[in-house]
C-alpha cells in the first residue's frame, strides 16, 4: 500500500514538472527566436541556430527614423501618462482607504467594472470626442486617454496597497501638527513604496505594448511610438522583414526590463513598518 501511494505521488510530480517544463517551453521559444533570429543573416519563422552571426539587422534599424525617434515617443507617452496615473491612483485611494462611506464600495464596484470594458469598445465615442475638442493628433490628449484608461486598476491596486500602512502612524503625525496631505506624502506614500513600484510597472507596461489606442488617436508618423512603427517591417503581400524585426523587438523590450531591474529591489522588500508601530 505504501508503496502504491509513493508510485502515485510520484507520478503526479512527473506530470507536474512535465507540465510546468510545456508552459515554460512555450514562452522560452518564441525568445529564443528573438534571439537568434537578431543575428541570424537568414532569419525565417523556424527557431534554429543561426547560419552566422551578424549585426546587419542592428545596423539597420539603429537610425532615428525607425528606432529612435519612435523609442523617444514611446518614452514621452508612456512615461507622462504612468506618472500622472500613479499620481491620481495615490489622491483617489487615500481617501478611499482611510475614510469610511456609504459610497465606497459602489465606487470600488464602479471602478472594477471599468477595468472589465474592452479598449475597443470605447475608442469610437473617445475618437469623435477628441476631434471635437482638437486633441486628436496630440501627444498630451494621447497621455491623458492611456492614464484614464489605466487608472481604474491604478486605484484598486494603490487602495489595496494602502490599507497595508497602519493608520496608527498617520494618527500620531496628525497629534504632531501634520495635515492629511503631509501624512500622505512623508509617512503612507515612502512606507507602501513597493506598492507604488508595482503600480507603475503594470501601468507602463501595459502602455508600453500599446498598439491601438496610439494608432488611433495619433496620425503624424513623427509622432507614432513604437508600438505603432514596429508595423512597418510587415511588408505588402507577406513579405516580413525577420531578422530587422526580431533586432528591433530587442531594443522595444529594453526600456522595460531596464525599468523592472532598477526597482526590482523595491518590490521584493516589502513594507517598511518594521519596527514603526509598538505595542
Known sequence: MARTLAARRTARRLAADAGLLAVAAAFALPLLW?????????AGLRVKAPDG????????????????????????LCGGATLLTVVCAALAAYPLSRFRSRLNRPFLLTILFATSLPITAIM??????????NLIDTMHGTIFFFAASQL??????????MDGVPKELEEAAWTDGASSWQSLLRIVLPLM?????????????????????PFMLLLTPDRMPAS??????????????????AA????????????????????????????????
Open 53 to 76: 552571426v551578424t549585426p546587419d539587422h542592428f545596423d539597420a534599424i539603429l537610425t532615428a527614423e525607425i528606432t529612435f525617434t519612435p523609442l523617444m515617443n514611446s518614452l514621452l
Open 193 to 213: 513604496g513597493p506598492g507604488v513600484s508595482v503600480v507603475t510597472v503594470f501601468s507602463f507596461v501595459m502602455m508600453w505594448g500599446n498598439f491601438f489606442v
Open 34 to 42: 528573438v534571439v537568434l533570429s537578431a543575428v541570424d543573416p537568414r
Open 152 to 161: 481604474p486598476f491604478a486605484i484598486w491596486l494603490m487602495k489595496n496597497f
Open 124 to 133: 469610437v465615442p473617445v475618437y469623435a470626442l477628441f476631434v471635437r475638442v
Open 228 to 245: 505603432v512603427s514596429i508595423n512597418e517591417f510587415f511588408g505588402n503581400r507577406g513579405m516580413v522583414a525577420y531578422g530587422q524585426l
Open 248 to 279: 528591433f523587438s530587442i531594443v522595444y523590450s529594453t526600456p522595460v526590463i531596464l525599468l523592472y531591474v532598477l526597482i526590482a529591489r523595491r518590490l521584493g522588500g516589502g513594507f517598511a513598518l518594521g519596527g514603526a508601530v509598538k505595542g
